[in-house]
């Protein structure tokens, strides 16, 4: 079992441009939520995608998008990135809306330049 | 909106000697869940342990146990016989238990000296 896997593992994007990032769930699990987490903090909610939708949303402007797929993988987009959107985004995911372990990713290190 | 804190930036101990974490958590319901979870430089994030709030009991992995003061709303982290391998940034985490959200506190740089 691969657990949660995301790529890429780094990129460099300049301040303007649109980024997508990968999260593959590990297998079984149906339920992907995205986390940024910035030098030195802990990780913040972005959202939680389940059955294809958007169920919940942490404070993160429109400019943070998702979508997850019928395999269950799930895309980050970023738009009209800025400096302060540098950071570490990790990908969780578990089973359905039951209250089972969140398996997490090694993330994907966005640096906007 | 549930807060969590974690107000030991970093801290240091002998391998094989105990070191204690601690958290400290704000939030009005009663059904939630408290998690601690270990990224070392790999930056994946690994579940160390978790607590039911319903549970009285405090939860225990082998060298990792917790002492959940949930009146006080306190959950520290205790680690015995340390590890060179548990040297890493530990984070402290509440989930509500109709929610999906984690909330992480700013973490706690753990160095275990040979």
């Known amino acids: 079992d691969a657990g949660v896997t995301q790529s890429p593992t780094h990129l460099i994007k300049t301040r303007g441009q649109q980024v997508t990032l990968r999260c593959s769930p590990k297998?079984?699990?149906?339920?992907v939520s995205w986390y940024q987490q910035a030098l030195g903090q802990g990780p913040q909610f972005i959202f939680q995608?389940?059955?294809?939708?958007?169920?919940q949303r942490g404070n993160f402007p429109d400019r943070f998008s998702g979508h997850q797929f019928p395999n269950y993988s799930s895309e980050l987009n970023v738009n009209a990135l800025l400096l302060g959107d540098s950071a570490l985004y990790l990908c969780a995911s578990r089973e359905g809306s039951t209250n089972t372990e969140a398996f997490f990713g090694q993330g994907t290190r966005l640096t906007v330049v | 909106a549930q807060t969590v804190t974690q107000s030991q930036p970093e801290m240091s101990v002998q391998e094989a000697e105990t070191v204690t974490l601690s958290c400290t958590y704000d939030t009005s319901e009663s059904d939630y869940y408290l998690f601690w979870y270990k990224q070392p430089p790999s930056r994946q994030m690994i579940l160390v342990i978790r607590q039911e709030a319903y549970k009285q009991q405090n939860a225990t992995e082998n060298r990792f146990s917790v002492n959940f003061q949930k009146a006080a709303k306190s959950f520290s982290l205790k680690i015995s016989d340390s590890q060179l391998g548990d040297a890493a940034m530990y984070f402290c985490?509440?989930?509500?238990?109709?929610?999906?959200?984690?909330?992480f506190g700013t973490g706690t740089s753990l160095t275990v000296i040979p």
């Open positions: 297998s079984g699990h149906d339920t």
């Open positions: 985490a509440y989930r509500s238990g109709t929610g999906n959200q984690f909330y």
């Open positions: 995608y389940y059955e294809e939708e958007e169920r």
